[in-house]
């Protein structure tokens, strides 16, 4: 009989272990669905699987607790100049910022703001020259999927203050004859518009130099400054920038920059569609309607709105990792705006310096379309003068273009009259 009794004791035990064992692992799984359905900041999924699938057991008390690790689960660490252990205790913290943007958003006039710090590196469209110096028989950034991720490892390098990953394409540019136009496209990368038909000389002497010194001079001037801000329209997907919120080497944030679609339409249509604009220039007409608007532009305007409410969604969650700033507050309030950035991002007190360039860039309109010298106040609803009120609507009527104005604070025109009404400001209140 005593040996009956302790069979069936060992018996219900060990059924006891199974179902816990299956109920842990349900648990385990069970979490990690919800780690990888719910829209988790990126920085966190990583800790939350860990977490999740970590080895469990129940105390006294009936909770869940972290097993103690045992002798077993120990190995040896070799640590090298290479591995990433020994990285991470010899490297300095890269403080990145990155500016998610979008063309004719208004991004070459916020990456001025933050690149005339003292404190700031700052690049310039760095997959400009990878989508220009790239073989013929590859895509661009934007249609490529490949190109993407190897932008996305270049960015990651130069977070690093690393180039070794940009020096395919710098020096392809050897293969062309004009060699001002390389020094150009150099000093473009560092934010500085280069005009051709001036003399070499008038190049910062800095760069005018041979294609293969200009690694190092990046490389030196990077690592003596505090921040690294890399300006890009070339990512639409927050979380094609996950990886760096991973880094343990950069204290990374991203500043998202917001426009009104039917300002940034316009801007577009005037930049980028001179087909329609010689057909208005034949036909005598300055206001742009509804059949001016490039059929295959619609689709890639509801996507980008779409787009960019996810984006912002995503980014609300990462709490001091992440800002929004609309193009409109830049524009009409440029100082108080320029404070609130720099208070954010921790660049800190805004210079004389940076005032004085933004007193010099807001006041009158200089240039071309790609100028950042504007009489920002009157620029930021420009678009209200030259456009119909039935191209207006038809943008703001689209399905996710409609809840990209209501998302961030824009007003929609619901008659012809609120256009030219100078007292409406359709930029609504301060985002």
């Given amino acids: 009989m005593k040996y009956a009794t302790s069979f069936a004791v060992i018996i219900i035990a060990g059924i006891g272990t199974i179902l816990l064992t299956n109920t842990l692992y349900q648990n385990s799984f069970s979490a990690n669905s919800i780690v990888d359905r719910f829209p988790q900041p990126p920085h966190k999924i990583a800790r939350m699987r860990t977490l999740v ?16 690790p045992r002798k077993s689960d120990f190995r040896p660490v070799t640590l090298d100049a290479n591995s990433s252990t020994e990285k991470q205790m010899n490297s300095k913290v890269y403080k990145g910022i990155h500016i998610l943007a979008t063309g004719r958003s208004g991004s070459s006039f916020l990456g001025k703001i933050l690149a005339n710090s003292e404190r700031v590196f700052y690049l310039y469209e760095p997959g400009r020259l990878i989508d220009l110096y790239r073989p013929s028989n590859e895509s661009a950034i934007t249609k490529s999927t490949k190109q993407l991720q190897r932008y996305g490892h270049i960015i990651n390098s130069l977070y690093h203050c690393r180039f070794e990953n940009m020096e395919p394409y710098l020096n392809s540019m050897r293969q062309r004859v004009n060699y001002r136009q390389q020094l150009c496209d150099i000093q473009s990368l560092l934010g500085h518009p280069c005009d051709n038909d001036k003399d070499p000389s008038g190049i910062s002497p800095k760069l005018y130099n041979t294609i293969e010194t200009k690694l190092t001079g990046l490389h030196e001037q990077c690592e003596n400054k505090e921040f690294i801000v890399i300006k890009s329209i070339r990512i639409f997907d927050i979380l094609n920038l996950s990886q760096l919120f991973n880094d343990s ?3 990374f944030k991203i500043l998202h920059l917001i426009r009104d679609p039917r300002g940034m339409t316009l801007s577009k249509l005037k930049a980028w569609a001179p087909d329609v604009i010689k057909k208005m220039k034949a036909e005598d007409r300055s206001v742009f309607d509804v059949q001016d608007l490039p059929s295959d532009w619609y689709s890639g305007l509801d996507d980008w709105c779409k787009a960019w409410i996810k984006d912002a969604s995503i980014g609300q969650q990462m709490v001091s990792k992440y800002m929004a700033v609309r193009y409109e507050d830049i524009s009409m309030m440029p100082l108080m705006t320029t404070r609130e950035i720099y208070d954010r991002l921790g660049l800190g007190e805004v210079s004389e310096h940076v005032v004085n360039w933004l007193n010099e860039h807001t006041k009158e309109s200089r240039g071309d379309e790609y100028s950042v010298s504007r009489n920002s106040m009157l620029n ?45 400001s359709l930029s609504g209140q301060k985002h």
């Fill in 53 to 68: 699938n970590k080895k469990y057991e129940i105390n006294n008390t009936g909770e869940y607790i972290l097993s103690t």
């Fill in 380 to 424: 930021a609803e420009n678009w209200r003068r030259d456009m119909t009120y039935m191209l207006a609507k038809q943008i703001q009527d689209m399905e996710n273009c409609g809840k990209f104005l209501d998302t961030f604070g824009y007003i929609k025109v619901k008659r012809p009259q609120d256009l030219t009404n100078s007292s409406l």
């Fill in 249 to 251: 080497e950069i204290d």
